[in-house]
């Protein structure tokens, strides 16, 4: 009888001490702050002629050049390009340029003199998460591509350097990435070249790059006017529906300019392509590349004055 109440005594301060136990976690939790709910996603809307953007040359390391493209048009563009080589953090003081001025940052991230197989083992996640969590700070939206224009043959990511399976599995890993991040304010924009132009000739269709619609938000094309007898439906028409064929996304014609004999007439073409197809917008290539793409002459300037009207970003 003895060693029966010893047990049922040693049961009894045993569930005394749960009891305990239990209330003193009890009111810790009741102590604790409540957790603050995630952030939810950033996201931009996608009707069509939203967007009104531009590139210029000493971008992301001021944004003058951005006001003064404002200043020679009278259009504040709402997106600003800028291209990022591989191993360049996210210009933060750029981006919040950007954003006090309404616009949002495209960031066209290069992956030179890296192989996309190493990124997409992983070897390069310290430098990705670094980003993907400065991106996630700025809490602002951005558009964010990787690899831009890689049905083309001129980039060492593109076609005829690196396999398209390698080009999709780099993506789908950096997009994973970010968003176990938490960067939720990110943008994706899959960017291909037009797959036929005056200078490049037959460019193939971007099928083969494609990530698949779980790993993209948007489109984007980049398409120049060469000549001066160039217009919309040629230049970008076959690319558009290739990649309706893919995708129901929406398409930002992500960077385009016009020689500048043929500016004022080609421009109007620009604006009025973009209206007929029911895209996002543009964005202007305003510098120097393989040909001088600014706008210079005063009928450049109001042709592409004139095209904005539609636009909100306009200056009246």
Request: avoid cysteine.
């Amino acid at each position: 009888m003895r060693l029966i109440r010893l047990l049922a005594l040693g049961i009894a301060v045993i569930a005394a001490i749960v009891i305990v136990v239990a209330a003193g976690r009890h009111d810790q939790a009741a102590a604790r702050p409540p957790a603050a709910p995630a952030a939810p996603p950033v996201t931009l809307p996608a009707q069509p002629g939203s967007y009104l953007g531009v590139y210029r040359s000493g971008v992301p390391g001021s944004f003058t050049a951005v006001t003064g493209f404002t200043q020679a048009t009278r259009v504040r563009p709402d997106v600003v390009l800028y291209f990022s080589g591989w191993r360049e953090p996210f210009q933060a003081s750029f981006a919040q340029a950007a954003a006090r001025a309404g616009a949002v940052p495209l960031v066209q991230m290069e992956p030179g003199n890296v192989r996309l197989a190493a990124i997409a083992s992983g070897r390069y996640d310290g430098y990705l998460s670094s980003f993907a969590e400065a991106v996630r700070a700025y809490r602002h939206p951005v558009i964010l591509s990787f690899g831009h224009e890689m049905n083309g043959f001129w980039y060492p990511w593109g076609y005829g350097h690196t396999s398209p399976r390698v080009f999709v599995a780099a993506w789908r890993h950096i997009v994973r990435l970010f968003r176990a991040a938490g960067a939720d304010n990110v943008t994706w924009l899959w960017t291909v070249n037009v797959i036929h132009d005056a200078q490049h000739g037959a460019i193939p269709r971007p099928d083969p790059w494609w990530p698949g619609a779980t790993y993209v938000t948007w489109v984007g094309i980049d398409g120049y006017y060469f000549d001066s007898s160039g217009t919309f439906a040629p230049l970008f028409g076959p690319t558009i529906a290739a990649v309706r064929e893919l995708t129901g996304d929406p398409i930002l014609v992500a960077e385009t300019a016009a020689i500048p004999a043929a500016q004022p007439a080609e421009i109007t073409d620009l604006f009025q392509g973009v209206h007929a197809y029911g895209l996002l917008g543009l964005v202007w290539f305003d510098a120097r590349g393989s040909r001088d793409w600014r706008l210079r002459s005063p009928a450049a300037l109001a042709a592409f004055r004139q095209g904005a009207q539609a636009y909100p970003r306009r200056v009246p």
